[in-house]
């Protein structure tokens, strides 16, 4: 089958996704910078998204020059999120409640600067993806107006 | 007296499908170890005849014989193995959009003047 504008749009939209999706996962790293109580005990640890390239379309390999790889059209998706078990942030507070016996509380293993810069660059990415995707959608309205007048 | 129109036609399927080649690599911007990919018209012969699979099938039109290619350009590959570089991709994008307006554009005045002629010149 070749490839219509529909797999161009699909391949932006996967990009546009795992991008989203980077966003959502450094947000909720900065909304929990203070977290020292997360859910199966201890300090909330930073997530890290991984992302994979997956074949979205194909074309038939008798169309390609001979050694072509397979699997030219390379969408995105989120293959985990995988927890950052590095060391938490130690601070003496004697007073918190989640303190150890000498008084260190663990923080959270967020670098607020870290995320921004990962917020940034997902940002870009994005909006890569909707001048990507604008363009395809360009593309076919010259099509569509071809013969016309 | 269409074969001019097959070919501008043939040529902008190759902008389309080269395109979504294009939005891939842009898709996978941060994928570990992703190396973008390119579709060239190869050299020398520009169609390859449709496979036949059964004695019975007729033989479809000879389909585009295209190259496919990684290209990075030289560009470093960043710590993860990926070699994207945003700016190269997107120049080659909107490179590639222009050359299939341009060939929409011939292909409507290619029309336009086939439907001249048959119209009795009005």
Redo the contacts between chains.
Sequence with gaps: M????F??ME??A??LA??RV?MNVSASNLANVSTTQAAGGGPYQRRDV????VP??N??G????PG??GG?????AVAQIVPDAGEPRWEYDPGHPNADADGYVAYPNVNPVEEMVDMI??S??YE??V???T??V??AE??L????? | MFSDVDRLEAA??F???R??????????????G?RP?D?ER?VGPTT?P??VTHAAHVAGPA????????DDGGALSNPDGNAVS?ER??AK??AN?TR??TT?EL??RR??LLRYAAGDGA
């Design positions: 070749p490839l219509d504008f797999s161009a391949v932006s996967s990009g795992a991008q980077r991984v992302l994979t390239s979205m379309a074309l038939p008798q169309r390609l020059g072509a790889p030219v059209v390379q969408g995105v660059t997902a870009r990415a890569a993806g001048t990507t995707l363009t395809a360009n593309m010259r099509a107006g071809i013969g016309r007048g | 902008m399927s902008h389309r499908e395109h979504t080649v294009l939005a891939g690599n842009v898709a996978n911007l941060d994928t570990p992703f990919m579709l190869a390859v449709a496979a389909e585009a014989a295209y190259a496919v290619s990684f945003l991709e997107l994008i909107d959009r299939y307006a929409a292909t409507s029309l336009a």
